[in-house]
């Protein structure tokens, strides 16, 4: 199953992406009706809600009065609470229902308004925001009937565009011809959810081939931190921290375009117990791979050994390695981009040599041959990056 996180400012359009998705066979899941389902004329919810806040808060129908209940809970911290209290649970075990009605070949929107206000988006393996320009949705608002003053409220309380660009894997824009909105999600629909549900189905995980190295991509960072908050939520205890890495975390370095990633773990029996959830997760196994092979002639093997993951997902390339703390493979992918960052020189000198080495091998499917010939440089920039750490007194984040 790939589960999608739809959301949107008010105004967005986003019910236009929802039904679009929807036409394909997306099952669409809309945390609104259900919010309001749970508490339905009838239901032990609105029972509940009446018991807490008293007959004032129903109408003359015995509904609920959804104004006198917004009056009564604005400013008052522990009324919301406990309105929360009887809403959130209903509303989350009717989501899972319905998700597990889906079937596990299927591809899940949730639409969520609050997604993003809510810190919601580890939940999912892609989150989708749709946007348009604030004057447009105030436009749309005002067209349903809203004045334009709470229009304008409504936008400004929810969350900014910066907040929502941090979440986005994906963003639509929903600010031009309607033609233009349905194309853009027929095509991210074919492209990428698609394929992407495949793979993590069949647990396959996207072919990287070749090198190909790009200018330093503002967009890393973002992307970084979104897989690995589902890194972590997948681990769960068993990650004692996540790691971007390598040379994507390094500012103005040039770089494949491959997040790095690292997951830090207690043991490799706790590492191969995590390759299912993380598979799920949209990180499987790399396959082939000798998960006993070790990279860096040291004299003890057991300090260079990890599991290596790669992504499912067509539109984000990344791999993922699950190390032991503490061993010298864990300590120094967290010093070596550390180390860059701080010398100049010696990161000129690395994005010279990957530059050199990527047109060497770039057209080679098989990336063991760059690996290969960037050993000889790792091997003697191992000590050098020791001898940093040493003279400034850097020491691997704390667990």
Do not use: C
């Amino acid at each position: 199953m790939l589960r999608v996180g739809l959301t949107g400012g008010i105004g967005s359009g986003k019910s236009t992406v929802a039904d679009r998705l929807a036409e394909h066979g997306a099952r669409v899941i809309d945390a609104d009706r259900i919010s309001r389902e749970v508490v339905a004329v009838g239901t032990d919810g609105l029972a509940e809600i009446a018991a807490r806040f008293g007959p004032e808060v129903l109408d003359a129908d015995g509904a609920l009065d959804r104004a006198a209940m917004a009056r009564l809970v604005f400013g008052d911290e522990a009324a919301r609470s406990d309105l929360n209290g009887i809403v959130h649970p209903r509303v989350a075990a009717r989501t899972a229902e319905l998700m597990a009605e889906a079937g596990s070949d299927a591809i899940v929107v949730h639409d969520v308004p609050l997604l993003v206000e809510n810190g919601y988006q580890a939940d999912y393996h892609l989150v989708i925001i749709v946007d348009a320009p604030v004057e447009q949705r105030v436009r749309r608002l005002v067209d349903r009937g809203l004045p334009e003053e709470d229009a304008r409220a409504r936008i400004g309380a929810q969350a900014s565009e910066a907040q929502r660009r941090d979440a986005a894997d994906i963003w639509l824009d929903n600010g031009a011809e309607l033609d233009r909105i349905r194309s853009s999600v027929d095509e991210l629909w074919r492209e990428r959810l698609v394929p992407f549900e495949a793979n993590i189905r069949s647990r396959s995980p996207l072919p990287l081939n070749g090198p190909r190295i790009v200018d330093p991509d503002p967009e890393w960072p973002r992307r970084a931190s979104r897989l690995l908050s589902r890194i972590s939520k997948a681990a769960g205890d068993s990650a004692l921290r996540v790691d971007h890495i390598g040379s994507t975390s390094v500012p103005g370095l040039p770089a494949n375009d491959v997040i790095d990633l690292q997951l830090t773990v207690r043991s490799l029996a706790e590492a191969e117990a995590l390759a299912e959830p993380l598979a799920e997760a949209g990180m499987p196994l790399l396959p082939g791979a000798d998960p006993d092979e070790v990279h860096h002639p040291q004299p003890d093997p057991e300090q260079w050994r990890d599991r290596t993951h790669v992504s499912a997902d067509p539109g984000r390339r990344a791999k993922l390695y699950s190390r032991v703390a503490g061993t010298a493979d864990w300590r120094f992918a967290l010093l070596f981009p550390a180390w860059l960052r701080a010398d100049d020189a010696a990161r000129r000198e690395y994005a010279s040599i990957k530059r050199d080495l990527a047109a060497r091998f770039g057209s080679d499917p098989d990336t063991r041959r760059y690996v290969e010939a960037k050993r000889p440089w790792f091997e003697r920039a191992l000590p050098r990056a020791e001898r940093w750490a040493s003279e400034t007194g850097w020491q691997p984040p704390s667990l």
